[in-house]
């Protein structure tokens, strides 16, 4: 199969990245594979979407950094959706709000023509659309989601604070990767009204119940299809523990990774949110999870799948790239 990864830019992937990894996977298997940043999306004059990509060259590697670096160095081609068979979003908007935003939305809006024009898109560019910012949480159930507000007003806020006996999470709406999320309790009284309206500058504000058990963490959980991806009894699944006076788990942000193993309050999260996830088309995709509480659902470009794979000693990433493959398969045998 012909498979195209679009990414934010091609020049800033790395080689710890999990889209590397699925890329290189890819490759292994004797797949084409082609890279594309975001500005590098077309539509041609005959219709049909298109890209100038870089095509990952028809040899052997020694590793990610090899393998990345090969990428880099070659000179982009013009190629089209006729000859693609998946087109996979691997691009995050968020990290293009300030500096680029012209392209935030582009990968999507690219996407849901190509998908139009036979190609195979993931995740499904119309559920991305859909869960383009954190309000996507709020489809789920109560029963798996922190209590939330999110709203522009300050008195909506401080309400809230009250609510939650003067300890909550302020964070923004759009965004990714930790950046600007606070936590604010009495001790921030004074700095609130500033927190509040430096988030509001890139929009909504989400002010969310603080849980205790974000001391020691959080989960990420990668599902595929709605359903854990589970190898020799293995989930792909990793812990984040955030350092010392830090509340962000993120690993960019300083937080440490270990193994995870499935747990009953997993199990329960999975059963509530699997099935509108399978419906939205929501193909590879991280949870965050807190306790027994849905904290973020990752759905454009979740990370640290190949952390996953390091700490159980097994490869997620060849159950992925199989499973696409199956599905490349059916539309092959529907047509």
Excluded at 124 to 137: C, V
Excluded at 159 to 181: D, T
Excluded at 185 to 211: T, W
Aim: aromatic share 8%; charged share 25%.
């Amino acid at each position: 199969m012909t498979i195209t990864f679009v990414v934010n830019q091609v020049r800033k992937e790395s080689a710890g990245y999990t889209t590397t990894a699925l890329a290189y996977e890819a490759h292994k298997r004797g797949h084409t594979v082609y890279y594309a940043g975001v500005g590098d999306l077309v539509y041609q004059a005959d219709g049909r979407i298109g890209a100038h990509c870089r095509k990952v060259p028809d040899r052997e590697f020694r590793s990610l950094h090899t393998f990345l670096e090969a990428v880099v160095e070659t000179e982009k081609e013009l190629t089209s959706s006729k000859n693609w068979d998946v087109l996979w979003l691997r691009n995050d908007p968020a990290a293009d709000m300030e500096k680029r935003p012209w392209a935030q939305d582009a990968g999507v809006l690219f996407g849901q023509l190509a998908s139009q024009q036979g190609v195979l898109v993931l995740n499904s560019p119309d559920g991305l659309i859909k869960a383009s910012n954190k309000m996507y949480l709020q489809y789920f159930p109560e029963s798996v989601r922190p209590q939330s507000v999110i709203t522009r007003n300050m008195a909506d806020v401080e309400a809230f604070y009250r609510a939650q006996n003067h300890r909550i999470i302020l964070k923004p709406l759009k965004g990714s990767g930790g950046k600007n999320v606070f936590l604010v309790d009495k001790k921030d009284d004074k700095n609130r009204k500033q927190i509040v309206e430096a988030i509001c500058r890139d929009g909504f504000a989400i002010a969310q119940e603080y849980l205790p058990a974000a001391k020691k963490g959080d989960i990420r959980l990668f599902l595929m299809d709605g359903e854990p991806i589970i190898k020799d009894g293995k989930v792909a699944a990793i812990q984040r523990v955030q350092q010392a006076g830090e509340i962000r788990s993120n690993i960019h942000q300083g937080a440490k990774a270990k193994r995870a193993t499935m747990n009953k309050e997993m199990q329960a999260i999975i059963d509530t949110v699997g099935p509108l996830l399978r419906q939205d088309g929501m193909f590879l995709v991280g949870l965050d999870i807190v306790g027994d509480k849905l904290m973020e659902i990752n759905v454009f470009s979740p990370g640290g799948l190949i952390h996953a794979s390091e700490f159980h000693g097994v490869d997620f990433m060849e159950d992925v790239i199989t499973a696409v493959e199956k599905k490349v398969g059916d539309v092959t045998r529907n047509d």
